[in-house]
């Protein structure tokens, strides 16, 4: 038996897995005793990664060859790669030399590795010179991007998972982490346990698992969010909660915010979070006047229409307490995918550039270019999530390349998706798995190794860079991520600026060269900067495992903590409070759709369920899909738990059981995220088909991070009459 070690590729906890294997065959995993991020420990979902890995569903499901569908809705048949490569390099010239760069996009994924996500950054913006490059981690963390980069100075969260210990309150808001963080969770438990004085406070609409333990529960309204961290920090100032000597020296913009926050009354923030002034004054005390602060939060800020202002309104907080830079103390975003941090630091979204850049700075432009070896790289900002799909179903961009990701599912509103995919003239879909509702609509399936086959980097939530190394070979003719971006590159370069050196000199016939190579690349475009991680070698993470960065070349060991200097990566040297008034949701409830609509994860499940759905095991803690309501609005209604009901948005609607939840507030109801095709269908407004619960979710989103909505939509509840 072989043993390797990995990285786990569901959570942002990032835990260190083994994997034990014979041959081709993944037989065990267990978890990594020396990986600082779990010290051995795994949730149910990363104890049965080799489950997963063998079931025979999975193994049905694999893609094992190219495939091309001639025509849209017929089957697609198995073509060799030099052809499907030819094909696709064909298709993308011509369409680029008829309608320009901007007339194709990428849509690739938090699940990528660090790897994956360079060359295909690279590929977009330095070799076509379009910007239309997006990733599905746009739905889960674009807002903490903005949030610190607004207040901070830079995309860095600047604690670390040893600080859960050292903290004297947990302020954890928007997130189960008691679910969506297993791992992290029993770290806030061992911290409550060895210090019973330890104060947590859970601020959610639903009293969740991590509600549970909290010894104050804030149960806030959808959206209320930025209300609530403004009241606070009124009560904070009218009692003298702050420190003014950190807010003199180290901050800039307090008397603004001050200005803002004066309408922020106890009474008024009560009235509109929907909670007590007693446990407001509360949260504020606990919060500012305990020796030691963290945040933990996610999706509950970032997905939403004000999600920047959700999290620059929090490090407010920690700003005019000084609950930053020392043991214990800072916000701390918790990024949902594997690799959500990784995609980040290579700047694989439509507005970031390598290393922390920015695209819309001429001189971040600039160093780019000159490290990629190109002319210049475009300063068109391209095509976010919803606004890539959104230019497909209006006929702008024509071409689709999406890689380790299933928007037609994953998306909201997703009747546009669907008609993107539909109206584009040419779809690639880059994939492990056949079952992804997005399959349906390519013109090409390429197969794409997945875990146990792949090799590279990930960084997780505490900016620890950890190894994803190869247990077993590729499956049939499947190929690693980044190489067929790669082989995908070279047949485009021959079409685009024949005669010239490849921008992409990796080895893809020997994968871990290649993608050390690629890894070496990426970390020379780091000099300087502040995540800085020239100093982490392959050979460095080999002998000294997995490491935080800033890792510079001269450095001998990571940052757990950044700012405890008091430093901030802004032209002054200053962190910058920001001031945002609180905004309603884009879309409120009203009298036609009286419900709030929230959606969330699974303990035990995984994004669409591709591989945690082929194991009965994990449908033991949640068995099917429901619609979750009050026991008092099910009254009203006349619904009974297993009753059918139809949930309606304005965009479409599905058909579901319902089942009375107390832990939901009045007029508030919840679905999981997880549920495709295979369990729950749903129809369109003008009557397409649709799956799922973003069948019913908007696409409105934050105007600076343009991360949607997907955590609030009104929708009505009406019950099903069978026939
Ligand atoms: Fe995997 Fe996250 Fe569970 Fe750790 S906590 S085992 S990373 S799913």
């Not at 495939?67 to 011509?94: I, K, N, S």
Request: proline share 6%; glycine share 8%; with cysteine.
């Amino acid at each position: 038996m072989q043993e390797t070690q990995s990285t786990c590729p569901y959570c942002g906890v990032g835990c260190g897995v083994i994997i034990e294997s014979t041959g081709a065959q993944i037989t065990g995993v267990r978890g990594d005793p020396t990986h600082p991020a779990n010290f051995g420990r795994l949730c149910t979902k990363g104890s049965t990664l080799h489950l997963t890995a063998t079931s025979p569903v999975t193994l049905q499901t694999r893609l094992l060859h190219p495939l091309r569908r001639a025509q849209r809705g017929e089957a697609a048949l198995p073509v060799t790669w030099d052809a499907a490569l030819t094909l696709a390099a064909d298709r993308f010239a011509h369409t680029i030399a008829q309608h320009g760069p901007d007339a194709v996009g990428f849509y690739v994924s938090g699940q990528l590795l660090t790897e994956d996500y360079y060359v295909f950054n690279k590929l977009a913006k330095g070799l076509i010179g379009t910007n239309n490059i997006d990733t599905n981690s746009r739905l889960c963390m674009s807002s903490a991007v903005a949030g610190y980069k607004q207040t901070l100075g830079a995309d860095a969260p600047p604690a670390c998972y040893d600080d859960v210990k050292h903290a004297q309150c947990l302020f954890i808001v928007g997130s189960n982490a008691a679910w969506a963080h297993p791992i992290l969770f029993r770290r806030i438990e061992d911290a409550r346990a060895a210090n019973p004085g330890v104060k947590v406070i859970v601020a959610d609409p639903r009293r969740t698992d991590t509600a549970g333990m909290a010894d104050l529960f804030l149960p806030i309204q959808p959206g209320s969010d930025v209300m609530l961290f403004n009241g606070m920090l009124h009560i904070m100032l009218w009692e003298g909660w702050i420190d003014a000597a950190y807010i003199g020296a180290h901050t800039t913009g307090f008397d603004e915010l001050k200005a803002l926050v004066r309408d922020a009354t106890p009474e008024r923030v009560a009235q509109v979070c929907g909670i007590s002034v007693a446990d407001l004054t509360t949260a504020a005390k606990w919060f500012a006047t305990s020796k030691a602060t963290l945040s933990l939060y996610c999706q509950g800020l970032n997905q939403s229409s004000s999600g920047t202002a959700k999290n620059a309104a929090l490090i407010n907080l920690h700003l005019a307490t000084a609950q930053i830079g020392k043991p214990g103390a800072g916000p701390f975003s918790l990024t949902g995918q594997p690799n959500a941090m990784g995609g980040r630091e290579v700047g694989g979204l439509a507005n970031l550039l390598s290393a922390h850049r920015d695209l819309a700075n001429p001189q971040h432009r600039a160093e780019v270019a000159a490290l990629w070896g190109v002319a210049d790289v475009p300063s068109k900002p391209g095509k976010t999530a919803v606004e890539m799909f959104q230019a497909a179903a209006d006929g702008e961009i024509k071409a689709l390349w999406i890689a380790c990701t299933n928007p037609a599912q994953s998306m909201p509103d997703q009747a546009t998706v669907r008609r993107a995919l539909q109206r584009a003239e040419f779809v690639v879909v880059q994939e492990a798995f056949a079952t992804a509702a997005t399959c349906d609509y390519a013109d090409l399936l390429l197969p794409a190794t997945t875990w146990g086959e792949k090799t590279g980097t990930v960084t997780n939530s505490e900016r620890r860079i950890s190894r994803v190394r190869t247990a077993v070979p590729a499956p049939g003719l499947a190929r690693h991520d980044w190489a067929i971006a790669v082989q995908f590159a070279h047949q485009l370069e021959a079409r685009l600026r024949p005669g010239t050196p490849t921008l992409f000199p990796y080895a893809t016939d020997a994968a871990d060269v290649g993608a050390e190579a690629v890894w070496n690349e990426h970390r020379e475009s780091t000099r300087g900067r502040d995540l800085d991680i020239t100093g982490l070698s392959w050979e460095l993470l080999e002998s000294q495992g997995p490491q935080q960065w800033p890792f510079a070349a001269d450095a001998t060991t990571g940052k757990a903590r950044l700012y405890e200097d008091g430093i901030f990566p802004t032209a002054d040297g200053r962190a910058r409070f920001a001031t945002h008034a609180w905004q309603p949701t884009a879309e409120p409830r009203e009298s036609r759709y009286p419900f709030s609509l929230t959606t969330g994860r699974l303990r035990d499940q995984w994004h669409g369920m591709t591989r945690t759905g082929t194991l009965g095991r994990l449908f033991g803690h949640v068995a099917e899909p429901s619609l979750q309501m009050h026991p008092q609005d099910m009254e009203r209604r006349k619904l009974a738990s297993g009753d059918l009901v139809h949930v309606t948005s304005k965009r479409g609607s599905i058909v579901v059981p319902v089942q009375a939840d107390t832990t939901l507030g009045l007029s508030q109801v919840f679905m999981a995220m997880h549920w495709g095709s295979e369990y729950l269908s749903g129809i369109s407004s003008t009557g397409e088909r649709l799956a799922g619960v973003n069948a019913l979710t908007t696409s409105a989103f934050c105007p600076t991070s343009k991360q949607p909505e997907l955590k609030h939509a009104a929708v009505k509840v009406l019950k099903a009459e069978l026939p």
